[in-house]
C-alpha cells in the first residue's frame, strides 16, 4: 500500500491526501488567452505536487518541469508577439529572453532580483552538481 511520505508530518502533521490537494499545493490559473501547450503542460506539475505527498522528492521533479515550462512559455510568447520568429536559445540564453521581456515591461514583476533568482534557481535544477533538494522551499 502507498503512504504518505513522513517528511510532510513534519510541516503538516497527520494530512489527508485531500487536504494536501486543497490546501497546501499551490493553485495555479491561467488566463484564458494562455497557450494551451502551456497550460498542458501545467497539468504535468499539478499532477507531480499530489504525487509528492506520496513521495518527498517529486516536489524539486514538479519545480523543475514548471520551471522548463517557464522557459517554453516565453519562448511561445515571444513567437506570438513577433509574426511567427522563433527565440533561439542556443545564441540567445534565458537571460536574453528575460532581458527581452524585462525591456518591453511585460512582466508583472519588476524586480530584476526575482528574474534573476529564477533564472539562477532553474539553471541549477537543470545542471544539478550532485543530489540534493530543494523541498517546500521550492513552493513558492
Given at each position: 500500500m502507498i503512504k504518505?511520505?513522513?517528511?510532510?508530518?513534519?510541516?503538516?502533521?497527520?494530512?489527508?491526501?485531500?487536504?494536501?490537494?486543497?490546501?497546501?499545493?499551490?493553485?495555479t490559473v491561467f488566463a484564458k488567452q494562455v497557450n494551451k501547450d502551456i497550460k498542458d503542460a501545467f497539468d504535468v506539475v499539478h499532477k507531480l505536487l499530489v504525487h509528492s505527498?506520496?513521495?518527498?522528492?517529486?516536489?524539486?521533479?514538479?519545480?523543475?518541469?514548471?520551471?522548463?515550462?517557464?522557459?517554453?512559455?516565453?519562448?511561445?510568447?515571444?513567437r506570438e508577439l513577433n509574426n511567427g520568429e522563433e527565440w533561439d536559445l542556443k545564441k540567445n540564453p534565458l537571460f536574453e529572453l528575460t532581458n527581452w521581456f524585462s525591456k518591453n515591461s511585460l512582466f508583472e514583476v519588476k524586480d530584476k532580483r526575482v528574474l534573476n533568482s529564477i533564472r539562477q534557481i532553474r539553471n541549477h535544477m537543470t545542471h544539478p552538481k550532485g543530489h540534493n533538494f530543494a523541498g517546500t522551499a521550492g513552493l513558492p
Open positions: 504518505r511520505d513522513t517528511r510532510w508530518e513534519i510541516f503538516y502533521g497527520d494530512i489527508s491526501i485531500e487536504e494536501f490537494v486543497d490546501k497546501k499545493i499551490p493553485k505527498y506520496y513521495e518527498y522528492l517529486f516536489l524539486d521533479v514538479a519545480v523543475t518541469k514548471a520551471l522548463h515550462i517557464m522557459e517554453m512559455a516565453l519562448c511561445i510568447r515571444y
